[in-house]
């Protein structure tokens, strides 16, 4: 079970939304992937960019990456408060830990914008694998 996050906007640590993820027990660490933050979902309106993964090296969304103790039954709540417009998606993530002034790489989950949803779609968007 993959049980690391990367959050980027309103979930980090001291954002609007951090609460969803209060009760998930981990490590938090700065870290960044290979992305872009575009405001063409439906969240840029209320000033919640998303982002788009990227095939360019240049391109680098900033965020945090949680490394959990157990991501497994926080999974549907956060999919569920990320919605539609959102599809969970696996990355590689670049992090700083305290221990090594290096960088590391891990993969974890992260929420990419979704064009292809109904507007009116309730409930979790794509998801790259049934059962985690």
């Known amino acids: 079970m993959l049980n690391n996050l990367f959050v980027?906007?309103?979930?980090?640590?001291?954002?609007?939304?951090?609460?969803?993820?209060?009760?998930?027990?981990?490590?938090?660490?700065?870290?960044?992937?290979?992305?872009?933050?575009?405001?063409?979902?439906?969240?840029?309106?209320?000033?919640?960019?998303?982002?788009?993964?990227?095939?360019?090296?240049?391109?680098?969304?900033?965020?945090?990456?949680?490394?959990?103790?157990?991501l497994s039954h926080f999974l549907p709540h956060i999919d569920a408060f990320e919605g539609a417009g959102y599809q969970r998606v696996i990355v590689e993530v670049e992090y700083k830990s305290k221990s090594s002034q290096h960088a590391q790489h891990t993969t974890a989950f992260t929420y990419e914008l979704c064009f292809n949803h109904q507007p009116d779609a309730t409930g979790p968007s794509q998801f790259v694998a049934k059962n985690y």
């Open 8 to 70: 980027y906007g309103t979930l980090c640590p001291e954002g609007t939304n951090h609460h969803v993820l209060a009760d998930v027990h981990g490590q938090w660490f700065p870290a960044s992937i290979q992305a872009i933050r575009t405001d063409r979902g439906w969240g840029s309106a209320s000033g919640c960019p998303g982002i788009e993964l990227s095939d360019n090296p240049n391109n680098r969304v900033e965020g945090w990456l949680l490394k959990a103790d157990d």
